[in-house]
């Protein structure tokens, strides 16, 4: 029997783990190969320096690269082959026009519908697998419809990704519900069928919902945005819990044990960061303002201001601790990823407080054990489009963290990397001016010890140095 063949358009975060997973899983039953117009990203999955870091992806990918996975930037070889052709191509917040700051930038998805269209010569499920505003399948069923070829159909499926970075390939291999959602026609359902086959070579049956293209688009974002939503709840209670005797880890706890309400998604923190948290939310706000429910937008939109308020709440609490001044001061930065196990900076909040620090004219040194430093100076540019020469003067990377810790007047724990609960903070505190500072932004470190070697100790969500 000849395996299915797969074809993914987008070797990002997504594409490259799932169908990574998909080759490992299917084994000989699945053909799959991933595509990009980008051929430095291309080279890189092909070489031993994957162009994304994610726990087990390195051995996934040794297992199946060149049997029965591969990658290439041969777009319309790879779709002329397929029967199943994923998109999953970047949609970020428009930065312009219409929906400006709110609305997805679904440019690159109709891109590729487009060249679908052109390459296809036999009919083709398309699933999108980029997190896209409801609706868009509707716009590539439109986009192929009007330019497919005599005798060729298109059904499209939605199969949103709810990959959590760090943890991506655990996620794949052992997923919480993998959702498809197509038409409710008989070639729909048929589609429907056709990809659901491709999971049940290791996802349990039980697991695998079936929706309609609508219900499918929605739950991705409803989901994301239900996650973010408990972040910045909790994170307002960080600030009560700052003006007041009370201990957010505590609040916390107590209300975990609630069945209702369960321990996840209650850890207070500097704020969220990611790809797809602060996307989705503008997505879901715009939505609501487009259907004409400005009630809906105003309460969603309020889960981002939160967390925008959080990262300057912070950074402001950093330059009114060194007595409202941190200019020419050395600030040292510790994690520049959004998060833990990964090395996506985007919408990190590490750029953010790194922007407010660097306008009251701190020397930032900044370490990550993951993050490239070509990606760390793009980001603070970006932030920076006034004036993007200050990086250079301002900031500097650093590949020792104790080197990036010495004599610094403060160390901020911007990501929440094991490796930083390991440090020698005493040989640390050492070598800094005094009063020497920690700002603790994801409730890591062993604060009680830090004040005992001598450290004035500022936390997320509770007071520790008075």
């Known amino acids: 029997m000849a395996p299915i063949k797969v074809c993914c358009i987008g070797a990002g975060y997504v594409g490259g783990p799932t169908c990574a997973v998909i080759a490992l899983k299917g084994g000989e039953n699945v053909h799959v190969t991933v595509v990009d117009i980008n051929q430095a990203r291309i080279d890189a999955w092909n070489s031993d320096e994957l162009p994304i870091y994610e726990p087990q992806l390195?051995?996934?990918?040794?297992?199946?690269?060149?049997?029965?996975?591969?990658?290439s930037t041969d777009v319309k070889t790879a779709v002329q082959e397929a029967e199943l052709i994923f998109v999953s191509v970047n949609t970020p917040t428009k930065s312009y026009g219409l929906g400006k700051g709110r609305a997805a930038d679904v440019r690159y998805i109709e891109s590729c519908a487009r060249s679908i269209a052109e390459y296809a010569t036999s009919s083709k499920i398309v699933i999108e697998k980029s997190t896209v505003p409801a609706?868009?399948?509707?716009?590539l069923d439109c986009i192929l419809k009007a330019n497919c070829k005599d005798g060729i159909s298109f059904e499209i499926l939605s199969n949103p990704e709810f990959l959590a970075e760090g943890t991506a390939i655990s996620d794949l291999l052992n997923p919480d519900r993998v959702l498809i959602g197509g038409a409710q026609t008989e070639n729909g359902l048929a589609a429907i069928r056709r990809l659901t086959e491709v999971?049940?070579?290791?996802?349990?049956?039980?697991?695998?919902?079936?929706?309609?293209?609508?219900?499918?688009?929605?739950?991705?974002?409803?989901?994301?945005?239900?996650?973010?939503?408990?972040?910045?709840?909790?994170?307002?209670?960080?600030?009560?819990?700052?003006?007041?005797?009370?201990?957010?880890?505590?609040?916390?706890?107590?209300?975990?044990?609630?069945?209702?309400?369960?321990?996840?998604?209650?850890?207070?923190?500097v704020g969220f960061g990611g790809s797809c948290f602060q996307k989705d939310i503008l997505n879901l706000v715009y939505l609501a303002e487009s259907l004409n429910l400005p009630e809906v937008a105003d309460y969603w939109r309020q889960v981002v201001l939160l967390n925008d308020y959080q990262e300057r709440r912070f950074a402001s609490r950093i330059v009114r601790c060194l007595?409202?001044?941190?200019?020419?001061?050395?600030?040292?930065?510790?994690?520049?990823?959004?998060?833990?196990?990964?090395?996506?900076?985007?919408e990190s909040a590490s750029i953010?407080?790194?922007?407010?620090?660097?306008?009251?004219?701190?020397?930032?040194?900044?370490?990550?054990?993951?993050?490239?430093?070509?990606?760390?100076?793009?980001?603070?540019?970006?932030?920076?489009?006034?004036?993007?020469?200050?990086?250079?003067?301002?900031?500097?990377?650093?590949?020792?963290?104790?080197?990036?810790?010495?004599?610094?007047?403060?160390?901020v724990i911007l990501t929440e990397w094991d490796e930083f609960k390991d440090y020698d903070y005493e040989k640390v505190y050492e070598s800094m001016p005094k009063p020497a500072?920690?700002?603790?932004?994801?409730?890591?470190?062993?604060?009680?010890?830090?004040?005992?070697v001598g450290f004035l100790v500022e936390v997320i969500g509770k007071v520790v140095s008075h």
């Open 58 to 71: 390195d051995e996934v990918v040794r297992e199946c690269r060149g049997k029965n996975l591969f990658f």
């Open 352 to 411: 953010y407080v790194s922007q407010h620090l660097m306008d009251e004219g701190a020397h930032l040194a900044i370490y990550d054990p993951k993050v490239k430093h070509g990606q760390i100076l793009r980001d603070l540019k970006s932030v920076s489009a006034a004036n993007p020469d200050r990086v250079e003067k301002l900031v500097t990377l650093h590949t020792d963290p104790y080197e990036a810790m010495d004599s610094a007047h403060a160390i």
């Open 437 to 452: 500072y920690i700002f603790d932004g994801r409730l890591l470190l062993n604060h009680k010890k830090l004040v005992e």
């Open 199 to 269: 999971y049940s070579y290791w996802v349990p049956k039980e697991r695998i919902i079936h929706t309609n293209t609508w219900s499918s688009e929605l739950s991705k974002l409803a989901a994301n945005a239900f996650l973010a939503q408990r972040i910045s709840s909790i994170n307002a209670m960080s600030a009560i819990c700052e003006a007041t005797e009370a201990d957010v880890t505590e609040v916390a706890r107590a209300i975990g044990f609630d069945k209702r309400l369960g321990s996840k998604f209650l850890q207070a923190s």
């Open 135 to 139: 609706r868009t399948a509707h716009t």
């Open 323 to 346: 007595f409202n001044t941190v200019s020419q001061k050395k600030i040292c930065i510790l994690g520049f990823s959004f998060k833990k196990d990964t090395g996506d900076t985007r």
